[in-house]
């Protein structure tokens, strides 16, 4: 397993979760209709001061999975963490990894104070995860958004450098 610089070979795996039900049903942006050109845009704008977006790719260098941290903010030392992973990815530790290499490069390269991120309440499984991490819950949005036409909280989790286990 690695982390690696997502590139167009990528664009296909990533537009086939997008369009998975399976996979999109807990985010609030619309994947289900993008398309190739939106992956592609993505992509190419993957690397920048303030958005880090990682392929995250088995021993093949085949794309299981995005890892991102967004909205970084080097004057207060924050970023905002993201994962998905394709549906037949799913279970065989490479959110685990891929996520330790991402607080690895967020406090020892980047030099970031804190990582923060939400979840739908509901995302059982994710909050678990989160929390296997080391994320810990800093509050509740309550009804915060409509997600599915239906009103939805968010926890909040963030991770400080001092407790990020190396």
Not at 34 to 58: N, P, W
Request: proline residues 1%; hydrophobic residues 40%; contains cysteine.
């Amino acid at each position: 397993m690695k982390l690696r610089t997502l590139c167009e070979k990528d664009a296909a795996s990533m537009l086939a979760w997008m369009q998975d039900p399976a996979v999109n049903q807990f985010f609030r942006a619309d994947f289900a209709h993008k398309t190739m050109t939106d992956v592609l845009s993505f992509i190419r704008g993957g690397q920048s001061a303030s958005e880090r977006h990682y392929a995250i790719c088995d021993d093949n260098d085949a794309y299981q999975g995005t890892i991102s941290l967004k909205d970084i903010d080097k004057e207060n030392g924050t970023a905002e963490y993201a994962i998905v992973l394709r549906r037949q990815a799913q279970g065989k530790g490479y959110a685990r990894f891929a996520t330790q290499e991402i607080l690895r490069i967020a406090f020892e390269e980047l030099g970031l104070h804190k990582v923060y991120l939400n979840v739908w309440k509901e995302n059982t499984h994710a909050v678990g995860f989160y929390e296997h991490m080391g994320f810990r819950r800093e509050g509740e949005a309550r009804e915060q958004i409509v997600l599915h036409g239906k009103r939805c909280s968010l926890l909040w989790y963030g991770i400080l450098e001092n407790e990020y286990l190396r």
